[in-house]
């Protein structure tokens, strides 16, 4: 090197000595798994620490390996265990596991607890089966979920958090499954554990002998070492509902999730959409309702929290479609206040949808039975219901039973039917006169004026047959709903009616008519045709009363109604078919022993001629109505004469 700089030797010295560098560095430099498994290690040392000095504030106890960090030590052969330590932390061990099923089982269920997420993973009613005679399952496991979402902090510390999921993990338990009848109840319980054996969750369920319910309470031990601060528990569950009776259809028409905001009113989700609705309050509980069963979950003491609580019906994956109904949903959050022992009771019902038995739960479920609007399901609940269970309970058919409940409720509206004939038959009599009105009188107001003070001075009301008719409808309409929710009738055959709870077919079509169906349903076919007689009868009761337009429409009625009904209720319950069937024909024989024997036309007319000659005196309405036609017909008349 000279004075001046670096000559040119030096030059090139430096540069090969840059490039050895270079090179080497690129040669020697760490692969990306060396990489890894040395920031791992650094993470499972700080780890180490800190359970270290956790350690030293406790009191001293034989220490109990539940994660070994030596056996998590990054090898080459551990590093998928060190990542899943740093994934799920303190619930590593529990990754691992043999798959067990334990069964409880009681009078009426057959409860199935799955070791891996500590769930029920499947759940057969034992007094039922489905319309193809197999067991009735209410939900499996490969079509159901059940979940807890645990909130840990991240490996990294600060505010960093990581979500374990208790449907990854195996639950510990050192029972076994078991069998119990009358009074008796007896507990299962599984338990997840962190770092120890004083810290887990801990589910609990207990199944009493003669019962749908199982009281499922969460527990929480020590877990304010291992949960985040502030953190909840976060509860997914959802399932696919079984195919149980004959059509998938009418099962999906009412199968949805029902709810109860706390000590509020219950709702629904429209079964006939697929949504998701948040729910801004707090739950009592969520039932997944499918047409004759449900299953419930019950927050027996403290509400679910309104946290990140959501509820959705799901439309089913291809290919499904003919194996289950509705897919059900929700995701709900359990309170968790931080202490180191916390409980959490709930029940789960898993049961029919009867009424009698769903009180007895309590909790409002009852509710969710859809008896109608308001005024109907009071009908229902406390009129048509304990008739029929008080015919029930003889134990006689169930077709026995519909018979009966339809005579009785004719026998009951035997006098608003009288009542309506007897109106008829006073029109029917007067329109002899009416029509002497008519061919006197051209003019239509003065035509109204007359036929008014008729009506006046006979004592009849033209509006007497509507009254008694506006008072049955909500009993009618009461009859309509009251059957499709009655449990009673689900596979219980009368005459060729295998099942009245669905359509009766005698005989099945080579094709498919839009609107009707592909099959042929005796009982809708007759209650058609005992529809023609009745509306037959029905206008020739009204002759004289209807006439003009009315009387048109009536007779285009006579004809339309039987058709739209037959094409409406082919694929509805038989049951409710043959209610209908009885009631046209109980309707019919009423009219004609009414019209026979009770009302004689001879002496409603020589009444109506005495009650002309008795002086009458003007009701307010009526003195107002005459004189309000009055002034119209003076105006008419001042108008013709301009």
């Known amino acids: 090197m000279s004075k001046k700089g670096l000559d040119k030797n030096s030059v090139i010295g430096l540069v090969l000595i840059s490039a050895i560098l270079l090179i080497f560095s690129y ?313 180191s022992t916390e409980s959490f009771a709930m029940q789960f019902y898993f049961g029919p949808n009867k009424y009698e038995t769903l009180k007895n739960v309590g909790y409002g479920i009852e509710n969710s039975i859809d008896f109608g609007w308001p005024v109907i399901k009071q009908v229902n609940k406390y009129i048509i219901r304990n008739v029929f269970l008080f015919f029930n309970s003889f134990g006689m058919q169930i077709g026995l039973v519909i018979l009966l409940l339809t005579f009785t409720i004719k026998l009951l509206l035997f006098p608003i039917t009288w009542k309506t004939y007897l109106s008829s038959a006073k029109m029917r009599v007067l329109k002899p006169e009416i029509d002497a009105l008519k061919e006197k009188i051209t ?47 689900r596979q219980k055959s009368f005459l060729w009616a295998e099942d009245l709870s669905t359509y009766d077919s005698i005989y099945e079509l080579p094709f498919h008519i839009p609107m009707y169906g592909d099959h042929v349903s005796l009982f809708t076919l007759l209650m058609a045709i005992s529809m023609i007689f009745y509306t037959k009868a029905n206008s020739q009761m009204t002759a004289g009363a209807m006439e003009g337009p009315m009387a048109g429409q009536m007779k285009i009625m006579t004809y339309l109604m039987p058709i739209m009904m037959l094409f409406f209720f082919n694929s509805y319950a038989a049951g409710l078919s043959f209610y209908y069937l009885v009631a046209n024909v109980i309707t019919i024989l009423q009219q004609w022993v009414i019209r026979k024997w009770i009302v004689d036309e001879e002496k409603i007319l020589a009444k109506i001629q005495l009650n002309k000659i008795k002086p009458k005196k003007k009701s307010g309405f009526a003195a107002k109505l005459e004189a309000k036609m009055k002034e119209a017909q003076q105006l008419q008349d001042k108008r013709k004469k301009k």
């Open 27 to 339: 040669i020697t430099r760490p692969t990306e798994e060396e990489v890894k498994a040395k920031e791992l290690a650094k993470q499972t040392e700080q780890v180490e620490q800190e359970k270290a000095t956790e350690d030293k504030t406790l009191p001293f106890q034989q220490p109990e390996e539940i994660v070994s960090i030596d056996s998590l030590t990054p090898t080459k052969d551990s590093l998928q265990d060190i990542a899943l330590f740093t994934q799920y932390g303190p619930f590593a061990n529990s990754l691992k596991g043999e798959d067990q099923h334990f069964t409880l089982e009681n009078e009426k269920i057959i409860v199935t607890i799955a070791n891996k997420g500590g769930r029920v993973s499947s759940v057969e009613l034992k007094d039922f089966h489905t319309y193809d005679s197999l067991p009735l399952m209410l939900f499996n496991e490969d079509s159901s979920r059940f979940n807890l979402e645990l909130t840990i902090p991240g490996i990294t510390g600060g505010n960093s958090i990581r979500q374990i999921n208790t449907e990854d993990l195996y639950f510990e338990t050192s029972e076994t499954a078991f069998t119990i009848s009358g009074t008796d109840e007896k507990s299962i319980s599984f338990k997840l554990y962190g770092n120890s054996k004083n810290e887990y969750i801990e589910y609990v369920y207990t199944l009493k002998g003669n019962s749908y319910v199982v009281d499922f309470d969460v527990n929480t031990v020590g877990l304010d070492k291992v949960l985040s601060p502030h953190s909840n528990l976060f509860m997914n569950w959802n399932m696919f509902t079984p195919n149980q009776e004959k059509t998938i259809k009418n099962q999906q028409h009412i199968s949805t999730i029902y709810y109860q905001y706390n000590n509020s009113e219950m709702d629904y989700i429209n079964p006939m959409k697929y949504e998701e609705q948040t729910l801004d309050a707090s739950i009592d509980w969520i039932m997944f309702k499918q047409q004759y069963f449900n299953t419930t979950i019950i927050a027996t003491k403290t509400p679910f929290l309104k946290t990140d609580a959501k509820i959705k019906t799901i439309e089913l994956p291809e290919g499904q479609t003919k194996n289950y109904v509705q897919g059900m949903g929700t995701d709900l959050t359990i309170p968790y206040n931080g202490g």
């Open 443 to 489: 003019d239509k107001m003065k035509l109204q004026q007359a036929t008014m003070s008729l009506y006046r001075q006979t004592g009849v009301n033209p509006l007497a047959g509507c009254i008694p008719m506006l008072i049955q409808m909500p009993i009618l309409f009461a009859l309509f709903r009251f059957f499709p929710a009655t449990f009673d009738m």
